[in-house]
Structure formats: C-alpha cells, structure tokens
C-alpha cells in the first residue's frame, strides 16, 4: 500500500450563480496529499490517506470521496473541530488560494494521535500545507523520520508562501524531511522560494539537502519536468499539450502517476529505487505527465480513472506487473 499522509480538506471552486450575474462557491474534496491519494486510487494502486479528519459535514464529504476513489481509510483519525477551506481563485485557468485553518481538524493533528503504520504499507508520501501548519506539521514530520529507515518516502513540498507564518521553523522542517526522503517532488517556484537566486539548480537541490535522494524530480510547469538520479543521470520529458480548464490537483495528480508507475515496475521501495535505471524514471515522468494533462482538461481536481486511459499509454507506463 501507498500511505498518503497530510491535508485533506474543502476546495470552494468559483462558480457562477445561474440568473443572478454573480459568481458563488462549490464545494470540492481536496488537498494536495488527499488529491495524490485520491489519483492513486482510481488509477488502480492500493491506497490509503493518513489525516486528521472532521466529524463535520465536509468532513462526511471527504470520506465519501474516498471511499468512492477506493482509497482506504483506516489511518484517518476524526476530531470534532472544523474542516479546512480553501477558496479558489482563478486566473486564466491558473489556481491560487485564501485558506482557513484554524483550530482545524488537520491543523491541530499530534502525534500520539497517529496510529501505528500497517504492515503492508510499502511507502508514504507527505507534502502540502501539511508540512506549514502547526502542530500538524511537527507531527508529520516525526512520522516521516520515524518510518524513513524502512519503508521508501517521497515529499512534494507544494508550497503556499502565504501560508508559511515562520519561514525559519518551516525550512528547518522542511530541510530535515528532504534529506530523509527517497524521492523528492519539487517545483521549480518551490526551489526559488527556498533557494533564491540564479544559482544552477543542482547547487540549489544541493542546498535544500536533495543531494542524498535517490530520485529528485523537478518540475516546471508547461515545460515539463526532469528527473536526476543519484549516479548523475538526467531524464526529461515535456508537458503533454492540452487545453487546460484549470490547473488545480495537476501536480497531485503527476505525483500520484509517478508513484503509480513506479509502483507497477516494481521498484518502489527503498533497494530498488537506489539502483533506479534512467529509462524506467523516464516511464514514470511519462504517466505522470500523461495524467496531470487530463486532470488540467477538467475543472477542479478530478484526476482520471485508469479505464479512461487508452490501452498504449497503460501499457507503456505499467507493462503487465501489479500495483503494492
């Protein structure tokens, strides 16, 4: 199993109210872990969401989501405060966000509330505002370094300066997280915020602590992403060209078609991805960026179905191995 871990929460998506000429809110389930782990699920993966949930009505919302996704939910833990809420903003088909958090069910998230981690699963993911928003942030945190020795770890930073109320207590976070992971995500606006300058990227995944990992994968937007292994090897590819709707749960989703892939070819533990081979990195940027494009074709974060796609890329990413 691939174990999810951090924020789930309300997306409120712009919509425009029919016959009155003003724009109101929908409702969506969402966060940047829970939309990884949602995009696993439906593409065929066993997984599961470790997070702090509401007994609210979007907390209800959050689970029926899942459950629907087929991602388990045994690791949530549920509390009587409120869920968070991100509001959307849209421009050009581009997301930015105003979030309420406070006093939240995820937010407020200790770690002797985290239940003991199963045995079948394999790996974890962390990343998102989850990592910016204590004490939530400090437990997950601990859970990571608790868990990296055995099980294979990726973090995706996702980060919402705007968010960050101590940017030092956030990087040290952060800097401790990244140099235990096995595989780490990070935009190249991420690498910016915490690397400013024009340094060349590798001195700058250098000084974030990536140095060590055994896959880092950068991503930057429309032109794609690249990966680098531990040996030195580079792998690219391009953004697949599509018209985008909207870019929310695009990263997410690439995430999740990475893991996924990753998965299928058998290599997704900690042995296997240090002696990661360049052309197997290059199968799974592929799906990733292959699945991202259809979540930026339709609104909100509604990342595909594995059914809805075509025989040749399934095949291509996966071959004919099984998901852990």
């Keep these: 199993m691939i174990l999810c871990c951090g924020e789930a929460l ?4 712009p919509a425009p109210v029919e016959g009155s000429g003003e724009t109101g809110f929908v409702p969506h389930a969402g966060g940047a872990v829970f939309n990884t782990a949602i995009a696993l699920g439906r593409l065929g993966m066993q997984a599961g969401l470790l997070s702090g949930i509401s007994t609210d009505f979007f907390g209800q919302q ?7 996704s087929r991602v388990d939910t045994s690791c949530l833990i549920r509390a009587d405060r409120p869920s968070t809420l991100a509001f959307v903003h849209l421009t050009n088909g581009h997301a930015s966000y105003s979030f309420f958090d406070e006093n939240s069910a995820g ?3 200790s770690i002797d509330e985290i239940p003991p981690i ?3 699963v394999s790996a974890m993911f ?3 505002i989850s990592l910016a928003s204590e004490p939530g942030a400090d437990a997950y945190a601990a859970l990571m370094l608790a868990e990296a020795g055995r099980r294979a770890t990726m973090i995706d930073p996702n980060i919402r300066p705007g968010f960050i109320r101590d940017a030092a207590r956030y990087r040290a976070r952060l800097g401790g997280m990244i140099a235990a992971a096995d595989i780490v995500k990070i935009s190249d606006e991420d690498l910016d915020w ?7 990227i590798a001195e700058k ?3 974030v602590g990536a140095a060590d990992a055994a896959l880092v994968i950068v991503t930057r937007g429309g032109q794609g992403a690249t990966a ?6 580079e792998v690219s590819v391009p953004a697949r060209p599509v018209e985008v709707v909207d870019t929310v749960g695009a990263g997410d989703t690439f995430n999740a078609g990475v893991l996924a892939s990753l998965s299928r070819q058998r290599v997704l533990s900690k042995p296997a991805l240090a002696a990661l081979q360049p052309e197997t990195v290059r199968r799974a940027l592929e799906f990733g960026a292959a699945v991202a494009a259809v979540t930026v074709s339709r609104a909100g974060a509604n990342p595909p179905w594995l059914d809805e796609l075509t025989g040749a890329l399934h095949d291509a990413a996966f071959g004919d191995a099984d998901g852990s």
């Design 205 to 207: 995944l250098r000084r």
């Design 62 to 68: 959050l689970c029926q989501t899942l459950e629907r």
């Design 118 to 120: 199963p045995d079948e």
């Design 126 to 128: 962390f990343g998102g």
């Design 10 to 13: 309300i997306d409120m998506i």
């Design 228 to 233: 680098c292994l531990r040996d030195g090897a």
């Design 194 to 200: 915490l690397v400013p300058g024009t340094a060349p």
């Design 107 to 109: 937010r407020m998230l």
